[in-house]
C-alpha cells in the first residue's frame, strides 16, 4: 500500500523523533546504574516516539495536511515573486 506523506507531516514526524530521543537520553542519564539507565532511556525513547508517530498519523486524518502545504506553498510563491 502506497502512502502519500506531505512536507507538514514529515517536518512534525521529524520534531516528535528529536523530542523522544532528548527525553530517552535524558531519562537514561537519571538513574545510578548503567543498566538501569540503559533500559529506562531505550524504553521511554521508544514508548514516546510510538504514541507521538501514532498520534501524528491521527491528525492525518483530522488535518488536511497536503492542503496546509498547498496554502503555505501558494502563500510562499506570492512572497517571494
Do not use: N
Request: net charge positive; proline share 2%; with cysteine.
Amino acid at each position: 500500500m502506497l502512502v502519500s506523506i506531505s512536507m507538514t507531516q514529515s517536518v512534525i514526524v521529524m520534531l516528535t523523533s528529536i523530542f523522544a530521543i532528548a527525553l530517552g537520553c535524558w531519562c537514561a542519564r537519571k538513574p545510578e546504574k548503567t543498566m538501569h539507565g540503559i533500559l529506562l532511556g531505550t524504553s521511554v525513547g521508544i514508548g514516546t516516539a510510538l504514541i507521538l508517530h501514532f498520534l501524528v498519523s491521527l491528525l492525518s486524518y483530522i488535518f488536511p495536511f497536503g492542503q496546509i502545504d498547498y496554502w503555505f506553498a501558494t502563500f510562499i510563491g506570492k512572497v517571494m515573486f
